[in-house]
């Protein structure tokens, strides 16, 4: 029988174990650690939503510089829907940012606010210019 091997297999994966468990901390602390963190974490909530902010309105104007074929413009298929949802969804990260954010930062916000309005207007324009029916008129 194999006794002998199996208590030695056990007794050495009981050992592994146990060493396991306190090297992870689940059979008690280290020795020089402590619960207590004096460590601060800084909110950075409005600098994300000032990137995204910046991200939503480049993916707006990346769709407006994909267009093709402006040369013929009745010929050119321009659905505003995409680039105006980035433009109100970086409007809503703006205002995020513009609470969470110092006045130092006020300047970034008013920035891209400003590019978010010349984004518009540049979406209303390309409607316009793409639109087959004002040939009609």
């Known amino acids: 029988m194999n006794r002998r091997q199996y208590l030695a297999r056990t007794g050495a994966a009981s050992v592994s174990t146990g060493l396991f468990a306190s090297v992870a901390?689940?059979?008690?602390d280290l020795p020089g650690s402590s619960?207590?963190?004096d460590?601060?974490?800084s909110d950075r909530t409005g600098q994300r939503a000032l990137d995204r902010a910046a991200g939503s309105?480049?993916?707006a104007a990346q769709s407006l510089t994909d267009l093709q074929g402006l040369e013929n413009p009745e010929a050119v298929d321009f659905d505003p829907t995409e680039?105006?949802?980035?433009?109100?969804?970086?409007r809503g990260h703006l205002e995020t940012a513009a609470a969470e954010l110092g006045d130092d930062r006020a300047a970034d916000v008013t920035t891209l606010r400003s590019y978010a309005d010349v984004l518009e207007g540049l979406v209303a324009v390309t409607v316009t210019v793409t639109d087959d029916t004002l040939a009609d008129d």
Do not use: F, K, Q, Y
Request: with cysteine; aromatic share 0%.
């Open 35 to 37: 619960d207590d963190s």
């Open 57 to 59: 309105l480049n993916t």
């Open 39 to 41: 460590v601060t974490v």
């Open 25 to 28: 901390g689940c059979l008690g």
């Open 83 to 90: 680039p105006r949802a980035h433009i109100e969804t970086a």
